[in-house]
């Protein structure tokens, strides 16, 4: 993140190349497209089962060094790096993030034992099965394809439909519904288990509705304020580079500061005007990508902390118990699903997510710190360098996902990818 920060300090008001968010120079003479509507990125496209593994399919990779050629921006699909890797770059910017104070506490939520804590982890399933189900019957046609595509597990070479999506909310949510509380006889770590499986299928629910709620976000942001769909991060969309022979008016920082705030950046208070302009082109376009950015930065820090919440959960359940106990309340047999579910695994695969989620954070500190360098060589390099952060996100939730999966070992289990709440669970972090 300090990389980020960085980006914004320096620079040519003459139009000479200056540094992006990662400090490497772009030319002057590239301006950023805006958001286009090419068509979006299916999970097919970018995980496929093969001799053994998940991997990127050589139309992705194809697609990304083909349009390499206006610049060296892109050297590498993000895909490539190991994870971790991954994780030692974004050391430095999680200790940022937490100097600057934005990580909030998750508390645990209770895990009781009595027959009335019982009974009421039963009805948090209930009630987050209808609220899923109700914005499953709003979502649009756009909302179902884009949902499918980036936040359901995928079948052979493609993600689930909407349908096996829904039929599988409705009938996990009626087998752990139907399911007998612990007799008075059952030990305490069996009734604590038996909660612990009740909060993941709640907060697995929650999270799903959560993401849902982004893409209605996305959606109507693309609606109201006339910006092409936003509903995928794909690669395809940074790299496209149309030549424009109109770039529309100039305005200045004030008036993209206004843009941002219809958009929906509430960070973006006033911070006076500058005494140059750019293109009502660019200027747009960078106010579209920030405002799909934020958008996506505040669900996947959402997401992280759902998760976290039931994690801790377990943690306070296992204060005090045995070392049988603990590894029962660590692998949690869950009715219906022959395999349990590997605590460890999905704590693993929420730790990677929030250590990436946060150094992909956008600081909107920057982008309002353009006022003083507001030319349109900065704001074409800027747009760039938010569109690779979204590019970033895309691939690193993949590097995720395959860890979480192989970390597993259930990768290629058929009935494990389509009906494990894990699957299903690692796919919407």
């Known amino acids: 993140m300090a990389g980020l920060q960085k980006a914004f300090d320096g620079g040519d008001a003459n139009g000479n190349s200056e540094p992006g968010f990662n400090g490497l120079s772009h030319s002057t003479s590239t301006v950023v497209p805006p958001l286009t509507a090419a068509a979006p990125l299916v999970a097919q496209d970018v995980l496929e089962e093969d001799t053994g593994s998940i991997l990127v399919v050589n139309q992705q990779q194809e697609l990304f060094h083909g349009t390499?050629?206006?610049?060296?921006?892109?050297?590498?699909?993000?895909y490539a790096f190991a994870l971790s890797a991954l994780l030692l770059s974004i050391f430095l910017a999680r200790r940022l993030y937490l100097a600057a104070g934005r990580e909030?506490?998750?508390?645990?939520?209770?895990?009781?034992?009595?027959?009335?804590?019982?009974?009421?982890?039963?009805?948090?399933?209930e009630e987050s099965s209808k609220m899923l189900q109700n914005k499953l019957k709003g979502a649009s046609k756009e909302v179902r394809a884009a949902f499918t595509t980036q936040f359901c597990p995928v079948v052979g070479t493609r993600p689930l439909t909407w349908e096996q999506f829904r039929h599988w909310c409705n009938a996990y949510a009626n087998t752990v519904k139907s399911q007998p509380i612990p007799k008075e006889?059952?030990?305490?770590?069996?009734?604590?288990?038996?909660?612990?499986?009740?909060?993941?299928?709640?907060?697995?629910?929650?999270?799903?509705?959560?993401?849902?709620?982004?893409?209605?976000?996305l959606e109507d942001l693309s609606l109201k304020h006339q910006i092409p769909p936003a509903l995928y991060a794909s690669p395809e969309r940074a790299l496209s580079l149309p030549i424009w022979e109109d770039k529309g008016a100039a305005v200045s920082f004030q008036t993209f500061t206004e843009r941002l705030e219809t958009l929906g950046v509430v960070e973006a208070a006033k911070q006076g005007d500058s005494a140059?302009?750019?293109?009502?082109?660019?200027?747009?376009?960078?106010?579209?990508?920030?405002?799909v950015k934020k958008l996506y930065d505040v669900s996947n820090l959402d997401v992280v902390n759902e998760f976290q919440a039931f994690l801790e959960s377990v943690k306070a359940a296992e204060i005090g118990s045995s070392d049988e106990e603990r590894s029962r309340i660590e692998s949690i047999n869950m009715p219906g699903l022959a395999l349990p579910v590997p605590v460890r695994v999905l704590a693993e695969a929420v730790k990677c997510a929030k250590l990436s989620r946060e150094s992909e954070h956008l600081p909107i500190s920057g982008i309002l710190s353009l006022r003083t360098r507001w030319n349109e060589a900065t704001v074409s390099s800027v747009s760039m360098d938010v569109r690779a952060m979204l590019e970033g996100m895309v691939y690193h939730g993949l590097d995720i996902r395959r860890f979480g999966l192989e970390k597993w070992g259930y990768m290629h289990d058929?009935?494990?990818?389509?009906?494990h709440i894990f699957s299903y669970a690692i796919f919407l972090l």
């Not at 993941?200 to 929650?206: M, S």
């Not at 140059?276 to 405002?291: E, P, R």
């Open 185 to 217: 006889t059952a030990s305490k770590a069996e009734r604590q288990e038996f909660v612990l499986g009740c909060i993941l299928v709640t907060t697995v629910f929650r999270v799903a509705a959560k993401r849902l709620d982004l893409l209605s976000k």
């Open 276 to 291: 140059t302009t750019v293109s009502l082109l660019l200027a747009n376009d960078l106010a579209n990508v920030t405002s």
């Open 68 to 78: 390499k050629t206006r610049g060296e921006r892109f050297g590498y699909p993000f």
């Open 104 to 125: 909030k506490p998750v508390h645990p939520y209770p895990v009781p034992t009595d027959n009335e804590g019982l009974r009421m982890a039963l009805e948090a399933v």
């Open 414 to 419: 058929y009935d494990a990818r389509t009906q």
